[in-house]
């Protein structure tokens, strides 16, 4: 269709934005009036936007609606939130099970599909409002998880091995020394003649 206007369109009304009234973001050109979260309405700017695919949100509602859920990620220090934004208009959306990489080819280069880096465990885009980075790769929060007993990670609590990731104790025990003498804890046997 023609844009017989001549003014780039809304990302929100598809109607024509014209400079004065233009706010801008991931290429796309809004009206100020326009530039709302698409939950709760309220006014965004550059601080306050988080973008998903063609829909903008403020950080709140963003989070609530595709950041990780689950207990530990309150929204303060000692806090345990269930609300999960229905009040919002959310939907709750089922995490899919914890699996393990797929991904023969772990190079960055071949996780670059699009534009935005994949996700070693789900292959999915990782956005930055939901990166975390570990063993070199972006990771979704969610899926930053050991490949054996699904433990969060933090960055200093993992250890990798062939493009996988592990908490300390399942690494020391699937990859870690093995055979007399190399007991875990001070109730192991040790050997003295």
Known sequence: MPNWGGGKKCGVCQKTVYFAEEVQCEGNSFHKSCFLCMICKKNLDSTTVAVHGEEIYCKSCYGKK????GYGYGQGAGTLSTDKGESL????????GHRPTTNPNASKFAQKIGGSERCPRCAQAVYAAEKVIGAGKSWHKSCFRCAKCGKGLESTTL??????I???GCYAKNFGPKGFGFGQGAGALVHSE
């Open 89 to 96: 208009g959310i939907k709750h959306e089922e995490a899919p």
């Open 166 to 168: 592990y908490c300390k």
């Open 159 to 164: 250890a990798d091995k062939d493009g996988e």
């Open 66 to 69: 595709y950041g990780p859920k």
